[in-house]
């Protein structure tokens, strides 16, 4: 996969709704703050509202485990810049699975601002990617993965629609 080089990203240039092709309330993250053909950085600021916010020991926080989706809603932001950068339309991509997930937390806090990189590692021709993905509150390292994704290339084929 090539990208024009001399295509320039601007935080403000998108909203996450047209990265992510999901409805709301299930677009989870708030911004994406940085960009380039092999990274992203995304940020989502926990709220009592936000989905799977739960009550555990009196105390709201969401689970670590929920990092995962974070980390994949970065990933196809990722994609939907790279689509838009080529003045393509956003495509669906699959989460194939995860190796490798390790957190240091058992739940997010509310109100703290999460950091979500990814970095490609390996890419197929086929549609097969492999990212490395962080979630980190300031410098505290929180949460890490290795996401396998797949971007078919006619999604409605693959998913058996005619």
């Not at 992203?40 to 009592?48: G, I, R, W």
């Amino acid at each position: 996969m090539s990208f024009d080089s001399a295509q320039t990203f601007t935080s403000t240039q998108y909203c996450i709704a047209e990265l992510v092709p999901h409805a709301e309330p299930m677009i989870l993250l708030d911004r994406v703050t940085e960009w380039t053909p092999e990274t992203l950085t995304a940020e989502v600021t926990l709220q009592a509202n936000s989905p799977f916010c739960q009550t555990i020991c009196n105390q709201q926080s969401v689970p670590a485990y929920v990092g995962i989706e974070y980390m994949a809603q970065a990933i196809a932001a990722h994609g939907g810049i790279c689509e838009r950068q080529k003045n393509a339309a956003v495509q669906i991509g699959l989460l194939v699975g995860s190796r490798r997930y390790s957190c240091a937390v058992d739940t997010f806090p509310l109100a703290k601002m999460l950091c979500v990189h990814i970095r490609a590692s390996i890419r197929s021709e086929a549609g097969l990617c492999v990212f490395d993905c962080t979630i980190k509150q300031g410098e505290q390292l929180l949460a890490s993965a290795s996401l396998n994704v797949f971007q078919p290339q006619n999604a409605e084929k693959f998913l058996g629609h005619q």
